[in-house]
Each structure stands twice: as C-alpha cells, then as structure tokens.
C-alpha cells in the first residue's frame, strides 16, 4: 500500500478500561443500550477438552448431490474418548479441499472449548458431488442442509449451529444466513476476510473486469463429478475474458451481491459478526455488510450511510483492521472475539458483547488506536479541492488550464499529480472519496486511474486508497450514490449494466466520476494530500484489471486532455472531518499488523 516510502505505523495501542455488559439483546430489540459495567469482566472459558481425529462423512441435499464433511469431536483430554454429554456445532463449507490446510485446523481452539467442529467440501469441489460453481442461492441451500443435518442429525449435537471461515468459507455463510428461513437451528455466523459486493468489489475494478475468477477457478480441487469445461464457474470465466454478458454487472452478479442478502438475513434472525481490512483485496470490503445490515434491521434503505442519529444494534457488528487478507485470523485475539460471539449466541453466555451502542470496530490507521462507532462514516463533512497546476486548491480555478495523459497497451503512461498545500492542523480522512474528471478524449473509449495519497513533510508518500473508471461506464446511479454535508458526492454508485453503457464521444468534454475505496486515517499537520491521475491503474493498484478484448481495442491509442477551468472544474471530494470524531476503543479488536 506505499508509493514511494514507509506506511504508517499499524502498531495497535490498546487502552485501559472495563468490557461493556452484560445484558444479550432479544432478538426483537430495536436499539442497543450499553450495559452497566460488570464488576468481573467475561473471561473467555479455558480448553478443557481435547481433540479427535477427523471423522469424514457426507451429507445429502435436497437435489442428491452428496456433500463430503469431516466432524471433529470434543474429547476426554486423559482417555482420549470422545467426551461426553452435547455441544454446539460450528460449520465452516471450504472450496479448497486438502490442497490448502486442513480447514478442520482452525476448529481446534473452539473444539477444546466445548465445541464440534464440521468442514464441509462446497459441492463440486474436493470430494463432494456436483458442479462447482460460485457462492449462491444454490450453496446456500447447502449450507441450509448442513445447518439442518448437524442440529438434527449429528451425534452428540446439542441442536445449535453456528457459520465460521474467511474468504469464500466467509462469504458462503451470508447465503447460508439467507437460505435457512426463521426459527432455524443456525444461531449466529462469523463471515470474516469477506467482500461485500462481489462484482465491484473483486470481479471487476470501474466497469473493468479482473482476472480474479479465473486464478480461484485454477486453484480449485474439482470434484469427481465437476466437468471443469462445462461447469457453471467455467461459464463465467469465459464471459468474462470474451466480453460477454458477465463482462457487465448483470443479474448474475446482483445475485452474488451480499448487501442485498441482509433483509432476509435479518428476517430469519441470524447474528453477523464480520471483519476484514483496510489492507485486503478488497480494501474495506465488509463496510458495505455493515451498513446494509444495520439499514435492513431497521427498515432505512439498505445500501445507505448510517448518519449519527441512526439507531443501531449489537446483533450486526464489524471489525476493520490494518490487515492483509485473512491475516491474524486465528490468532489468540480474534480466534477470543470469535469465541465470545458464539458464546452470546450458541450458549447464551452472559459476555456482554452483544449490548453495545457502537457495534462498528475500525482501526485508525496513523493514529494507531481502535475506535468504536455506530456510524459510517463517522461524520458527513467533506471538503472539495480542486485540480489546479501540480495542486490542490479550496478555490476553483479562475482562468483555464489543461493536463494530458496517453492511454498506452504496455505501460502506465504519464501521470499526473497534484498535491494541497501541507494542512494546518490534523484531520480525519473518514470513508469514501470521489475524484471528478473532466476530459475529452481522441478514442471512443476511456480508462482514468485516481490515486489517494498523502505525503509527510520529509516527502514520504502513504497510499490511502484508489479508483478506477471505463469512460462508457460513467453513468451514475443518483439513488444509490452517497453525498456529503455539503451536497458533494462522496462514492458514486455506477449501475455498469451493458444497458446503462454511454459511448464516449471523441473530442467532446465528458465528467467522469471516479470512486476511491474508503479509508480511516489521521493525517497529521504539516502532512499534504495528494492525487495522481494515470491512463492505466499503477503497479501498486489494490487489485489489477484485465479490459476485455473490446475495451482493449477501443481503448487503443487514446489521448486525454484534463479540463481545470471554472465550467469544467476537475476535482476531489474528500471526506475530512475533526479528529475529534473518532472515540477510542476500550477493547483491543485485534493486533496492529
């Protein structure tokens, strides 16, 4: 994440202070009230039992297909026995069967803990029947049958189920979630390292689609009855690299949107507890689980922000850390918060964890603290800087200036860069931001690339976040969109459907709106923020694009010329706020890298 010097510290500072508690929120509750502070904090329960061998079996679903599961047992730590009397169940559904860890591994703390832990192989995949294909309704009714089966059927099983994993094991738990209907034996889930929205957030960057389908789709164990040239996951790799209908954010993808799961996540009653990083593949990715979440349960349109007045409840909650994909995820803090959520749940222990009034855990990145919020973002302001000569300026510019960038096949082209003057006092970088371009362009098609950095005063440049744009991709879907205080937009919400394509028109001077992934950082005084433009996303881009053979060739060859005047005032829309809007954390919500 760093262009050209050293990130900022990601040390986490703990501080000092009582666990909130201690009162479980009913499942009817409309709001969240924080709790008296107990005398005795909840301690985690110590492992007191030990671990069998993975015992495999299969379940059968609804179509027949027959899902290969192993079950791992709590045991007499001194005979080695299969321990007695029933315990909760945790699932997890993997795609990567025996190639990767033993999924079954990451059950081993939980298991000493009074748990059964199953490692089901998603259908077409390892050795489970079917095709394989993405997360979905249909892996979602899997995991419904799985959910049934080890409440039901499982020997030793208490009737209570809870959903673990990161990646793909996180992300199958919010169709699973959907899938179950109400008053069903899933209790709660834990999706960590997940996305959000699965076309804009890993399949395609801008409209532009990404090679990420693919380079899974390679890594995959196919199952004994998965024909990989005809399966439905090699149908949409296909589309992709050729254009085709998957190219575009069509319903096949909405499908796979999580955001759009949460009604009936809500509906049926199902706690979410999720984590990802500022750092994953998709930078930020769960934010948009949270909100949709929190919207859902109390009825405010789903994919909006959650303004300060919002009530909130502790049964949706999310943790933001500086992390890498699937980093620290079994590590003693988060495996302990993990352990605490499913004892709320599954137990109803008395953990205090879901009476909270700021059930939004983010990291704050150059601060190096944890915070705790209800809101996202944690303020509405927003502050405009407009590109001017090499700089950012509060003021719009007077006269009229030009910039030029060269789209070129093999290599980034020139950048363009424009720095403020350093600030005056720290501010909060908090959310989404927007970068508005004007600019007319000698090709039918275009490609604009906006970085977010900010630059310390011995010229160390951090990168916060990046965007990406296809010129015919530009439509803006108003309803969707979020604005600040100001009216100005913050995260433009393009529809990229193949009906809501614009051709660029070559020479006329066209705005295009480029969203930045969001971000939650203190820029001290003294620092400048800066934006680059490029033709091509840079090397250090979250995640590559790969144009499809039609971008490409409408792509080919073109020149950029970048409007700075009054009529046509290019610029960033960036959401500052006062540090003072960020409360630290009394708990430790995971290490600091």
């Known amino acids: 994440m760093n262009t050209g010097g050293q990130q900022l510290p990601r040390t986490v500072s703990v501080l000092a202070g009582a666990l909130s508690a201690l009162v479980l929120v009913a499942a009817g509750q409309t709001a969240t009230t924080a709790a008296p502070a107990r005398t005795t904090p909840w301690q985690p329960p110590k492992a007191t039992y030990g671990v069998s061998e993975p015992v495999p079996m299969t379940v059968t679903m609804d179509d027949g297909v027959k899902i290969a599961v192993d079950v791992v047992y709590p045991t007499d730590p001194v005979t080695g026995e299969r321990a007695s009397g029933d315990f909760p169940v945790l699932l997890t559904q993997n795609p990567y069967g025996k190639q990767r860890r033993d999924p079954t591994d990451n059950g081993t703390y939980f298991v000493r803990r009074g748990y059964i832990f199953v490692a089901s192989a998603v259908r077409g995949t390892a050795a489970s029947g079917g095709q394989a294909d993405w997360f979905g309704d249909r892996q979602g009714k899997d995991g419904a049958n799985l959910v049934n089966w080890a409440a039901r059927s499982l020997e030793d099983s208490n009737g209570r189920v809870g959903l673990d994993g990161c990646s793909y094991l996180g992300v199958n738990q919010w169709f699973t979630a959907a899938a179950v209907g109400r008053k069903s034996p899933l209790k709660a889930i834990a999706p960590f390292c997940t996305d959000s929205d699965f076309y804009n957030d890993l399949t395609a960057n801008g409209g532009i689609p990404t090679d990420f389908v693919a380079s899974i789709g390679r890594g995959l164990p196919r199952g004994p009855e998965d024909d990989p040239a005809t399966d439905p996951l090699s149908e949409t790799i296909a589309q992709q690299a050729n254009g085709g209908p998957r190219a575009y954010n069509n319903a096949y993808w909405q499908d796979l949107n999580v955001e759009q799961l949460m009604p009936r996540i809500v509906r049926n009653g199902i706690p979410a507890l999720s984590q990802a990083g500022w750092y994953d593949l998709f930078p930020a990715g769960n934010l948009g689980?949270?909100?949709?979440?929190?919207?859902?349960?109390?009825?405010?349109?789903?994919?909006?922000?959650?303004?300060?007045?919002?009530?909130?409840?502790?049964?949706?909650?999310?943790?933001?850390?500086?992390?890498?994909?699937?980093?620290?995820?079994?590590?003693?803090?988060?495996?302990?918060?993990?352990?605490?959520?499913?004892?709320?749940?599954?137990?109803?222990?008395?953990?205090?964890?879901?009476?909270?009034?700021?059930?939004?855990?983010?990291?704050?990145?150059?601060?190096?603290?944890?915070?705790?919020?209800?809101?996202?973002?944690?303020?509405?302001?927003?502050?405009?800087?407009?590109l001017g000569a090499g700089s950012l300026t509060t003021a719009k510019p007077a006269g009229r200036g030009r910039d030029s960038l060269a789209w070129a096949a093999a290599t980034p082209g020139n950048t363009l860069t424009y720095d403020t003057a350093p600030l005056t006092g720290p501010s909060l970088l908090n959310g989404p931001a927007a970068v508005t371009v004007h600019a007319a362009s000698t090709t039918a098609e275009t490609q604009l690339s906006a970085t977010l950095s900010i630059v310390a005063p011995d010229g160390t440049v951090t990168k916060q976040s990046d965007g990406v744009l296809l010129g015919s991709g530009r439509a803006v879907d108003r309803g969707e969109s979020w604005y600040g205080g100001n009216g100005a937009l913050l995260k433009p919400s393009h529809p990229f459907t193949k009906a809501s394509g614009r051709p660029v028109v070559p020479g006329a001077t066209t705005r295009y709106d480029i969203a930045l992934l969001p971000g939650f950082t203190e820029i001290p005084a003294g620092y400048r923020i800066r934006v680059a433009l490029?033709?091509?996303?840079?090397?250090?881009?979250?995640?590559?694009?790969?144009?499809?053979?039609?971008?490409?060739?409408?792509?080919?060859?073109?020149?950029?010329?970048?409007?700075?005047?009054?009529r046509a005032a290019s610029h960033i829309n960036l959401p500052l706020t006062s540090t003072r809007a960020a409360h630290p954390s009394a708990q430790n919500w995971g290490p600091g890298s």
């Open 534 to 566: 490029t033709s091509r996303t840079p090397a250090d881009f979250h995640y590559p694009v790969s144009p499809t053979p039609q971008q490409l060739s409408a792509l080919a060859g073109g020149v950029y010329t970048i409007e700075r005047s009054a």
């Open 289 to 386: 689980a949270y909100t949709a979440a929190q919207n859902a349960y109390f009825g405010r349109p789903l994919t909006g922000p959650i303004t300060r007045s919002d009530a909130v409840t502790g049964r949706y909650q999310a943790i933001v850390g500086p992390w890498t994909h699937g980093e620290h995820v079994d590590e003693p803090t988060l495996q302990s918060i993990r352990l605490r959520w499913f004892e709320t749940w599954l137990k109803n222990a008395p953990t205090g964890m879901a009476a909270t009034s700021t059930p939004l855990h983010l990291f704050e990145n150059g601060a190096n603290r944890w915070v705790d919020s209800a809101a996202w973002p944690l303020s509405a302001d927003t502050r405009t800087y407009y």
